[in-house]
């Protein structure tokens, strides 16, 4: 299969790309070099109710289909990502600015992953039973919903976009999904892919456009009986507010504010290279990443000498070069927040160790949008730096004297997504982990993930659990059924 390079993108709608029924248009920019390199539909309810129409005809027999036809049909998908690697990881890294060796290395797989393991899980997905003595028997039937909206984020675009539609397709549902604006290009070549593996007409269809115009659009549209979402935590609120009155299904993966533990025992060359892993990974724009590192008091001067010095080795640049480390920011609106939040990091008298500044990348991203990797202290824990989701390459440090000190300092914000702790006693690990307010936690490693385990956060990083069984459950209804002896 020849996947080019798209510069005018469609709506995938019952089984074909056509253009917005408005006919109006987005401009796509490359954030390595700031320039337009395409267009992309600025859809609207209008799409969303074609949409949902193919939707609806396709639900009937989709609905009931062999499990082994659905297993059949998105292991195909699988393979096909697979076979298209390299276009898909340009299209990745031309719409998100992440290097090149990231995309083919982490965003691709994973988005064939997501499709192998849900062709496969649908396959093992049983229900329950329970026996009443000699009374009755109970069993459990588990329904595909219906139609489902999947809403996807700009900073991992097809590795996010699979994990919603791969369980949902798998469970019987027809999908209304809709990419970032942002990063486009991978999901329309997914619909190439998906008409290639024979997925029927209308199963999946998927809608180009802003949030305000096609996103509230399939949130609210009263034949949508859920909604997945992963994003801000404020357009989360926004989402909840016009879904819930509707009494809507939803999973909401939203913000964090992550805290990295780093105790004076832990093993220290695996724990540098895991925290510049999990500070600057993808130019810091992942949900998971450690933005708040906290460094027991007898270490944190050897750390932080070792990490400003690790740090300044990242190379930023052309992210189509295998030397570059830190691409571009992917966008110059967050490219300019932070920029913004750094010098409220400034104003808040904390002190740049490294970094704080745009980056100028000689050659073919001159306009390109580049901050380098920074690195703050100074700053208490309650400032706007550390209470505020940045999204980008900047951390903050701090130390601690105690294990409880530690854990006030790890639960002090709004958020709950993740949290790393790093020490070689394993009871201290386990007695942080459970004290810890997050729903992810990794104990001497950083993103390391089973698909088969449950994600998602606490507090204001959302609700509701993504993967494995949790995902297979949350796209399907359960009905209870009786039968009396």
């Not at 027999?61 to 898909?88: C, G, H, Q, T």
């Not at 100074?378 to 390459?393: A, K, R, S, V």
């Not at 020490?423 to 459970?434: E, F, H």
Request: proline share 4%; charged share 20%; with cysteine.
């Amino acid at each position: 299969m020849d996947l080019k390079i798209a510069y005018h993108l469609e709506n995938y709608i019952g089984g074909n790309l056509i253009g917005p029924l408005s006919g109006k248009f987005i401009d796509n920019v490359n954030p390595a070099t700031g320039e337009v390199y395409g267009q992309i539909p600025d859809s609207n309810e209008k799409d969303v109710e074609a949409a949902v129409h193919a939707a609806q005809k396709a639900f009937i027999s989709w609905s009931v289909s062999p499990v082994e036809e659905r297993f059949k049909i998105l292991n195909r998908i699988a393979e096909l990502i697979d076979e298209n690697l390299e276009a898909l990881a340009l299209a990745e890294t031309n719409d998100n600015g992440k290097p090149l060796w990231l995309a083919k290395e982490v965003d691709i797989p994973r988005a064939s992953a997501n499709f192998r393991f849900f062709a496969t899980g649908i396959m093992h997905f049983a229900t329950e039973s329970h026996n009443m003595e000699d009374k009755a028997v109970n069993y459990t039937l588990r329904q595909p919903i219906g139609i489902v909206g999947c809403i996807s984020p700009w900073n991992l675009p097809l590795y996010l976009f699979t994990w919603k539609i791969a369980p949902a397709l798998a469970a019987g549902n027809c999908v209304i999904a809709k990419p970032s604006e942002v990063t486009p290009v991978s999901a329309y070549l997914l619909a190439k892919i998906c008409k290639e593996a024979g997925l029927p007409d209308g199963v999946l269809n998927i809608l180009h456009g802003t949030g305000p115009n096609v996103g509230e659009a399939i949130v609210s549209h009263p034949a949508i009986k859920a909604i997945s979402f992963t994003g801000s935590t404020k357009a989360g609120e926004r989402i909840a507010s016009i879904a819930a009155p509707k009494f809507k299904k939803l999973s909401l993966e939203l913000g964090g504010k992550n805290p990295n533990i780093i105790f004076a025992d832990c093993e220290w060359e695996k724990m540098l290279f895991n925290t510049i892993r999990s500070s600057f990974g993808n130019q810091g724009q992942i949900c998971l990443c450690g933005s708040r590192i906290l460094i027991e008091e007898s270490i944190y001067e050897k750390f932080k000498t070792d990490f400003v010095a690790w740090t300044k080795k990242l190379t930023v640049g052309d992210p189509l070069l295998a030397e570059s480390k830190q691409g571009a920011i992917v966008s110059k609106v967050h490219y300019e927040k932070i920029l913004r939040c750094i010098e409220t990091a400034k104003q808040e008298e904390g002190k740049i160790l490294c970094g704080g500044t745009a980056v100028k990348v000689e050659g073919r991203c001159a306009n390109g949008y580049f901050i380098q990797p920074t690195i703050i202290e100074g700053l208490n824990q309650n400032c706007q730096t550390n209470q505020e989701e940045i999204f980008g390459p900047v951390v903050t440090i701090q130390s601690f004297k105690t294990e409880e000190e530690a854990l006030q300092l790890a639960n002090a914000t709004q958020y709950g997504l993740a949290a790393s702790i790093w020490t070689k006693d394993i009871s201290r690990a386990n007695r942080v982990a459970a004290k810890v307010e997050s729903g992810i936690i990794w104990i001497n490693c950083w993103l390391l993930r089973d698909l088969r385990t449950p994600f998602g956060g606490l507090k204001n990083s959302g609700v509701g659990r993504e993967g494995g069984w949790e995902a297979l459950k949350f796209f399907t209804e359960a009905k209870n059924v009786c039968i009396q002896l």
